[in-house]
């Protein structure tokens, strides 16, 4: 006899508190917390280059040191809004973060770290993230 599948909102809550947990790991610098809960064939479209991404977990945790190098200036990375929506065995999230230095905030105080992400439930049942993709809208005035 197979466990009965939980309702879905109980994978959106399980999911909203992996996200969350990821998000303070990163915010206190916390490398083995961030890799936590992420597949070993994660799919990541970051900020910064490379421009085709990186493809599997430790491709995933070597781009972590230079980011908290960065974020040991003050930087806040915080979650400002959180959507979830959950299936059977796939889901996806999107938030906003507020994602800079002080003077970075300050300077553009609207400005917001767009996060997606996908997760597939795996053989145990439990929820990994398999994309991360990352990104700034692009404020260059048009024709610069």
Excluded: N
């Amino acid at each position: 006899m197979t466990a009965p599948t939980p309702p879905p909102e109980d994978d959106e809550q399980r999911i909203r508190a992996l996200i969350l947990e990821w998000a303070m790991a990163v915010h206190r610098g916390d490398l083995p917390a961030v890799l936590a809960d992420h597949a070993d064939d994660i799919v990541m479209f970051d900020v910064p280059p490379p421009h085709d991404g990186v493809r599997g977990i430790d491709a995933y945790r070597a781009t972590w040191p230079p980011f908290f190098e960065w974020q040991a200036q003050g930087a806040e990375f915080d979650i400002v809004s959180l959507e979830v929506t959950a299936g059977t065995d796939v889901a996806f999230a999107h938030a906003l973060l507020r994602c800079g230095t002080p003077q970075e905030l300050a300077e553009h105080p609207e400005s917001r770290l767009r996060l997606t992400l996908g997760l597939r439930k795996d053989a145990d049942g439990r929820w990994v993230v398999t994309h991360e993709h990352h990104s700034f809208a692009d404020t260059r005035a048009a024709g610069d």
